[in-house]
């Protein structure tokens, strides 16, 4: 199975403060992402990486940058959070082939709370 | 608690009936369709996938149809039991491929298996 794992269920951070977010998969995936799901909604993409280093924006990139300097771990950083970015953020990763989609697998998913 | 599933269409069914959860997709030029269960306070986990080129697939319990002529996919869940009481939603990936790729994710359905 599929395993891709976020290093924090819940996380209480403060205003203005630098917040990392860690996820890791198992299953030497190409494709990693992370998206925040709020009520209403749904998921939205921030940011998405096909390989080592490699990284495109999503749809809502704006407060975030993500880091990715091994295959199986994908960062997202909120380089100043503010108390909008208070959400769930959830991390998937998915195999990448030549000729077909593949579908993306989720972890469990962090509930950040910006106070 | 689980805020997710705030303003979702809710489907309550009787346990040991049958379910089906409607989505209606926004792009025809989709090929590539997948069905996502959500239990409280969990990660979107797959259900079941399906291509454009195909009408029917069957997996251990559900079955997805999809109608390409109306951009309509349905999951239909046998037997429902109390472990199915999640939110379900749907994504869509729209061609053409390019090996990123963005999913188009529905808000989702809540289902309530009544004892």
């Known amino acids: 199975d599929v395993k891709v794992t976020q290093s924090s269920r819940y996380l209480v951070k403060r205003t203005g403060e630098k917040v990392f977010l860690e996820c890791v998969q198992d299953m030497d995936h190409e494709n990693m992402f992370w998206y925040r799901q709020d009520p209403g909604l749904g998921l939205r993409l921030i940011y998405f990486s096909y390989d080592v280093k490699m990284k495109e924006k999503g749809d809502i990139p704006e407060g975030y940058s993500v880091s990715r300097e091994k295959k199986e771990r994908f960062s997202l950083i909120l380089e100043s959070a503010s108390t909008n970015q208070t959400s769930m953020y959830l991390c998937?990763?998915?195999?990448?082939?030549?000729?077909?989609?593949?579908?993306?697998?989720f972890g469990d998913g962090t509930r950040l709370s910006i106070l | 608690g689980e805020s997710v599933g705030l303003h979702l269409p809710t489907l309550s069914v009787q346990e040991g009936d049958n379910s089906i959860i409607n989505c209606a997709y926004s792009?025809?030029?989709?090929?590539?369709f997948i069905w996502y269960k959500q239990e409280s306070g969990k990660g979107p986990q797959f259900i079941i996938d399906?291509?454009?080129?195909?009408d029917k697939r069957q997996g251990q319990r559900v079955t997805v149809l999809l109608n390409k002529t109306v951009k309509h996919l349905s999951l239909q869940i046998a037997a429902t039991q109390p472990g199915d009481s999640a939110v379900y939603f749907c994504?869509?990936?729209?061609?053409?491929?390019?090996?990123?790729?963005?999913?188009?994710f529905g808000t989702g359905t809540r289902l309530k298996v009544l004892a």
């Open positions: 998937a990763s998915s195999l990448w082939t030549a000729y077909s989609n593949q579908p993306q697998h």
């Open positions: 994504a869509e990936i729209p061609r053409p491929y390019s090996g990123t790729y963005k999913y188009i």
């Open positions: 399906i291509r454009s080129n195909m």
């Open positions: 792009n025809s030029a989709s090929d590539y």
